[in-house]
């Protein structure tokens, strides 16, 4: 099973970025894709998560400007981020498990490499 994240760059407050997860050889019947975030110093969080269903979770402090999706013919689960502010800088992840989107990060035994967002003031 591989998962590689692209999409992050930097950009300044207020500007968008859209992050895209690619996964191959996942064969889970029930699969969930979350976005987690890691910034220096901190612990890594949860951002947004998505089912198989397509039922959807998003900490509070994205909600409204995030939205995770996900394209089953490309085997591809996005990120769409607007009005991102210097708070939101960070190392995003995807990571995978299968059945329920848990909170926690340790309940995830697949993951990507990372990919940078850096939001400037």
């Known amino acids: 099973v591989k998962m590689v994240e692209s999409g992050g760059g930097s950009v300044q407050t207020g500007g968008s970025l859209q992050l895209a997860c690619r996964i191959s050889g996942l064969t889970y019947a029930s699969v969930c894709v979350t976005w987690f975030r890691q910034a220096p110093g901190k612990e890594r969080e949860r951002v947004a998560a998505i089912g198989t269903t397509g039922t959807t979770l998003y900490a509070d402090s994205v909600k409204g400007r995030f939205t995770v999706s996900q394209d089953n013919a490309k085997n591809t689960v996005y990120l769409q981020m607007t009005t991102l502010n210097p708070e939101d800088t960070a190392m995003y992840y995807c990571?995978?498990?299968?059945?329920?989107?848990?909170?926690?990060?340790?309940?995830?035994?697949?993951w990507g490499q990372g990919t940078q967002v850096t939001v400037s003031s």
């Open positions: 990571a995978a498990r299968s059945g329920t989107c848990y909170l926690a990060s340790s309940w995830y035994n697949i």
